[in-house]
T-cell receptor
C-alpha cells in the first residue's frame, strides 16, 4: 500500500526564515504528488502539484525519486503561511493518500 | 470556480437516529466525489469513493451499511450515517473532481460537516 510520512507534526519558524516541510512516500512507479494547505477556518485547498513544477505563494516542491521525497520549501516565510500542510500522493485509483500533516507556525 | 458546498455545516442528533449530509459541486460536474472523516488533530481518512450512477467503493474497515452513499447526479452526493452513535461524532469532508488528466487530478474540497451524536 502506498504510504506517506510527514515526520514533523509541528514546525515553528520566524518570519523571514526559510521553511522546509518534509514529506516521504513509498510508491512503486511514477507517483503524482500534491501539497494541500488548510488555513485557519478555511477548507482544504490545493497548494501545488509536482507535475506543474510551479511556485505558488513562494513555495516550491521537488520530487526526488531517489530519496522518495517531496519536500515543500519556501526561502522566506511570511506570517500568512501559518497553516496546516498535507502531503498527498495520488494512487492509481485516483484516490489521495494524506499524510498526517504538519502544522506550520510563523512567528513574527 | 470549482466550488464544493456541504450541508449542513454542523448537526447534532440523538443516538440511534440517521443523519444525511449533502455534498454539491456548484459550478462543475463531478464525475467522482470522495468522502473523508477527520478526527480532532488528525489527518483526513478516506471513507469511500463515489462515482455518479454507480455504487460507492468503500475503504477497508468502513461499514457500507453504516455509511450509505448515494451519487445520483453529477453535482450531488449524499452520505447518510445510519443509526448514529457517539463514536460516529466527527468532521466529515467531501471532495469532488471532474477527474483524470483533463481535471489535473485535483480534488476540490467542501467546508466539512461537524456531526455530534449525543
Amino acid at each position: 500500500a502506498q504510504r506517506v510520512t510527514q515526520p514533523e507534526k509541528l514546525l515553528s519558524v520566524f518570519k523571514g526564515a526559510p521553511v522546509e516541510l518534509k514529506c516521504n512516500y513509498s510508491y512503486s512507479g511514477s507517483p503524482e504528488l500534491f501539497w494541500y494547505v488548510q488555513y485557519s477556518r478555511q477548507r482544504l485547498q490545493l497548494l501545488l502539484r509536482h507535475i506543474s513544477r510551479e511556485s505558488i505563494k513562494g513555495f516550491t516542491a521537488d520530487l526526488n525519486k531517489g530519496e522518495t521525497s517531496f519536500h515543500l520549501k519556501k526561502p522566506f516565510a511570511q506570517e500568512e503561511d501559518s497553516a496546516m500542510y498535507y502531503c498527498a500522493p495520488l494512487q492509481v485509483s485516483q484516490k489521495l493518500v494524506f499524510g498526517q500533516g504538519t502544522r506550520l507556525t510563523i512567528n513574527p | 470556480g470549482a466550488v464544493v458546498s456541504q450541508h449542513p455545516s454542523w448537526v447534532i442528533c440523538k443516538s440511534g437516529t440517521s443523519v444525511k449530509i449533502e455534498c454539491r459541486s456548484l459550478d462543475f460536474q463531478a464525475t467522482t466525489m470522495f468522502w473523508y472523516r477527520q478526527f480532532p488533530k488528525q489527518s483526513l481518512m478516506l471513507m469511500a469513493t463515489s462515482n455518479e450512477g454507480s455504487k460507492a467503493t468503500y475503504e477497508q474497515g468502513v461499514e457500507k451499511d453504516k455509511f450509505l452513499i448515494n451519487h445520483a447526479s453529477l453535482t450531488l452526493s449524499t452520505l447518510t450515517v445510519t443509526s448514529a452513535h457517539p463514536e460516529d461524532s466527527s468532521f466529515y469532508i467531501c471532495s469532488a473532481t471532474w477527474g483524470g488528466l483533463a481535471g489535473g487530478n485535483e480534488q476540490f474540497f467542501g467546508p466539512g460537516t461537524r456531526l455530534t451524536v449525543l
